[in-house]
């Protein structure tokens, strides 16, 4: 898994290469050798995971913007404020807050990462 996900980031380095990556590197060729010896499901789940992964620095990013007590848990008012500082509409916050409460497995009035990021 590891290694896909390492690859899924890889991959769009060595096509794209940087100013400095212009030291006569074949990436055709490089790139040819590396997909070569991946299957097409391998290659597939590869992309899936760099994407998967993508999305969970997104979600834990958004959860520490919200979690403002450095917690590790979000609370009601966390999650208002953080609503508020969006600009939401005050009659939308709390059928939102709601929402995102109904994942409390735990019925302990806040949400830890594994909560949020069922979402």
């Known amino acids: 898994m590891v290694a896909g996900c390492l690859l899924g980031i890889l991959i769009p380095k060595l096509i794209m290469g940087s100013s400095s990556d212009n030291h006569g590197v074949n990436r055709a060729a490089t790139m040819n050798n590396l997909i070569g010896s991946l299957s097409e499901d391998e290659?597939?789940?590869?992309?899936?995971?760099?994407?998967?992964?993508?999305?969970?620095?997104?979600?834990?990013?958004?959860?520490?913007?919200?979690?403002?007590?450095?917690?590790?848990?979000?609370?009601k008012t966390e999650i208002k404020k953080y609503l508020v500082d969006l600009g939401i509409e005050k009659e939308?916050?709390?059928?939102?807050?709601?929402?995102?409460?109904?994942?409390?497995?735990d019925k302990n009035d806040k949400l830890d990462i594994k909560e949020f990021n069922v979402m």
């Open 92 to 105: 939308e916050i709390d059928p939102l807050v709601d929402k995102l409460m109904a994942q409390d497995k």
């Open 43 to 75: 290659l597939k789940l590869m992309l899936v995971d760099a994407e998967l992964t993508e999305f969970d620095h997104k979600v834990d990013k958004m959860f520490k913007k919200i979690d403002v007590d450095n917690s590790g848990y979000i609370d």
